[in-house]
Nanobody, 115 residues
Framework: QVHLVESGGGLVQAGGSLRLTCGAS????????MGWHRQAPGKERELVAT???????KYADSVKGRFSLSRDNAKSAVYLQMNNLQPEDTAVYYC?????????WGQGIQVTVSS
């Protein structure tokens, strides 16, 4: 079981930056796989970036070169640095832990990018 809490969203102009933070508590085994998904209005939820159990970092093609995923294991936290944000990045962003664990989705946080 894991509990996730997101912070750092908000409103930013195109070209700006935001850093999302996901704090986790619970079973550490659930935190080996952690990352971010997002859901824009009228669209399906999609992967943004994630650490995999094999130690690989995966990014969606649409964010490569602009977003960077990092983690602090001592704090059980994962960070998503988002640079050069564009209006199409507007969405609710969700932290995600190992899907085999209960509570693997955070509550979501809004990111809005104005043109």
């Amino acid at each position: 079981q894991v509990h996730l809490v997101e912070s750092g969203g908000g409103l930013v102009q195109a070209g700006g930056s935001l850093r999302l933070t996901c704090g986790a508590s619970g079973d550490t085994i659930c935190m080996s796989v952690m990352g971010w998904h997002r859901q824009a209005p009228g669209k399906e939820r999609e992967l943004v970036a994630t650490f995999t159990s094999g130690g690989i970092t995966k990014y969606a093609d649409s964010v490569k070169g602009r977003f960077s995923l990092s983690r602090d294991n001592a704090k059980s936290a994962v960070y998503l640095q988002m640079n050069n944000l564009q209006p199409e990045d507007t969405a609710v962003y969700y932290c995600r832990a190992d899907p085999r664990c209960s509570g693997s989705w955070g509550q979501g946080i809004q990111v809005t990018v104005s043109s």
